[in-house]
Nanobody, 121 residues
Framework: QVHLVESGGGLVQPGGSLRLSCAASGSIVNTNAMAWYRQAPGKQREFVAAINNGDNTMYAGSVKGRFTISNDTAKNTVYLQMNSLNQEDAAAYYC???????????????WGQGTQVTVSS
C-alpha cells in the first residue's frame, strides 16, 4: 500500500513563492521517479515536474525557470519550490510516483489527495 501526502499549499500573492511537500510511505514498486501534476477547475490534470532516483529532472515549459523539484531520500519527501507565481499557476497540485525515461514521465496509479494553491491579490 502506497501513501502520498501533499502539503504546503495556500494563498499567495502574484509574484510570491510557495514550497509544496509530498511525503511518501509504503512499498512503491515499479517506479523510479516522483512527479507533481496540477489541475485547475475545468481543465485536465497536467504535468508540472518530475525527478528520478538519479536526481534528473523534467519540467513543463510553463514552469521552467520558476519551479524547482527536489527530493530528500532520507525523509522520502519530494518538494516543489514555486517562485514568481501567477494566476495561471492556481490549481490543485498532486504528487505521483511513476517512471521517468529520458524524455518522458509515465504516471502510475499512485496519487496523493492534492493541495490547493491559490494566487490572488
Amino acid at each position: 500500500q502506497v501513501h502520498l501526502v501533499e502539503s504546503g499549499g495556500g494563498l499567495v500573492q502574484p509574484g510570491g513563492s510557495l514550497r509544496l511537500s509530498c511525503a511518501a510511505s509504503g512499498s512503491i514498486v515499479n517506479t523510479n521517479a516522483m512527479a507533481w501534476y496540477r489541475q485547475a477547475p475545468g481543465k485536465q490534470r497536467e504535468f508540472v515536474a518530475a525527478i528520478n532516483n538519479g536526481d534528473n529532472t523534467m519540467y513543463a515549459g510553463s514552469v521552467k525557470g520558476r519551479f524547482t523539484i527536489s527530493n530528500d531520500t532520507a525523509k522520502n519527501t519530494v518538494y516543489l519550490q514555486m517562485n514568481s507565481l501567477n494566476q495561471e499557476d492556481a490549481a490543485a497540485y498532486y504528487c505521483n510516483a511513476g517512471r521517468m525515461g529520458r524524455d518522458t514521465y509515465l504516471p502510475s496509479s499512485y496519487w496523493g489527495q492534492g493541495t490547493q494553491v491559490t494566487v490572488s491579490s
